[in-house]
DNA sequence: GCTGATT
DNA sequence: AATCAGCAACGCGAC
DNA sequence: GTCGCG
C-alpha cells in the first residue's frame, strides 16, 4: 500500500527559535529559590498584587531526603495548575508539622481571627456555631499553609456552599504488616471489579507512602450517610470474595497479618483524606500520585512519586485526577446501593 | 509557626 | 523579655 | 458508657 507521500518541502517553523515560553510561574519559583539563599524572611508575589510573607525557606522538612520548605512550596507551585482545582472550595484540615516530620505534630481546623490579605478563609457551620476555616484554591493561601508548616493539603469531601454533600467517596487501602504494594494493587482491582458490578467508576491514586486511595465520583446532592453506604458496599464484596487478602477490621490486633485494610469509614462530614498531588508528611517525601488503573495493574511503587519527580510526571502525566472524577455515577444507582433492601449486604446492623 | 497568657 | 500551652474531631465496633 | 482506631 502506498504510504502516504510526504510533503517534501518541509516547512520548518522555526518553534526552536522562538523564545521558550517560560514554565508557569517561574517567577515564583526563582522568587523563592532567592528568598531560600538570602535566608530569613520576605514577601513573595504568590499571585498578581497577592504577596505573602515566607520565612525559614532552608529549614529541613525531610532530613532523609534533604527537602526543605523551600522545596514543598516550590514543589506545590509547579503542581499549582493541578492541584488548586482538587482543593478548591473544601476547607482544609491541617496537618501541621512546623519543625518537620520528625517533629512534633498538631492538627488545626479553625483559622486564626485575621490571617494575611489574600489568604481564603470562610465561615463553616461545625456544630453549633460557625468556624472559621482555611479554604483551598489559590496559591497566595497555598503558600502561607505550607509557611504554616502545613505539608500535606487535606480537604473535606464536600465545597463551600453544599458542605454536606460530598462530591466523591474514599476508600482507603491500608496495607498491614506484611502486606505488600503488590498486594494492595491487587485489592484495589477487586474493588474496582466489586464497583464495576455495582455500576460505578473510580480512580486511584498512591496514599503518599504504601496505600492506595480509590475515589468514587458522586451526583450532586449525595449525602454522607450514601457516601459511606456506597464504600461500605464495596468493601464488603471484596472482603466477602478475599478474606484472606482484605478485611474492614479496624481493631489493628484483628486484622489477620498480611491483609489489606480497606477503610470506609474515612466519609464523613468535617473528615479528611490527603489531596491528590498532596506530599506527604512521611520521612522520604512522597507524594499522593494519581494513577491510572493500567498502572495499578503494574503494581508501581509509590516511592516513585516524591516531591522532587512528581512535576515531571505530571507535566507528562496531564490532570489524571480531574479528568477522573468528571464521570458522574448515577445517582439512582448510588439511591439503591444505599437503601436499606435496595442491595443488602454492607449495614446489616443498625434496626 | 504563631498567638495569647503567665512568670 | 522569656517561657509555655494550645492548636480537631467523630463515627464506629469491641469491650 | 468507654476505649481504640483512623
Sequence with gaps: MPARRPRTVRTRVPTRRLPRRPAPNAAIISALERIESAGGAAAVEAAPHKSIEVSHLDKVFFPDAGVTKGDVMR??????????????????????????????????????DDVPDGVRVDNVAAQGEPQCRFVGGDLPTLLHLVQLGCISLDPWMSRIGSLDHPDYSIIDLDPGPGASFKLVARVALWVREALDELGLRAVPKTSGSRGIHIAIPLPRSTSYQDSIATAKAAAARVVDLHPRQATVERALENRPRGTVYVDCLQNSRGKSVAAAYAVRAKPDATVSAPLTWDEVVESLDPREFTVRTMPARVEQHGDLWREGLKHGNSASVIRAIATPGGKPRASAGKK
Design 75 to 112: 514543589y506545590y507551585v509547579r503542581v499549582a495548575k493541578y492541584i488548586l482545582p482538587a482543593i478548591a472550595d473544601r476547607p482544609l484540615v491541617l496537618k501541621r508539622t512546623p519543625e518537620g516530620v520528625n517533629g512534633e505534630l498538631f492538627f488545626q481546623q479553625n483559622a486564626p
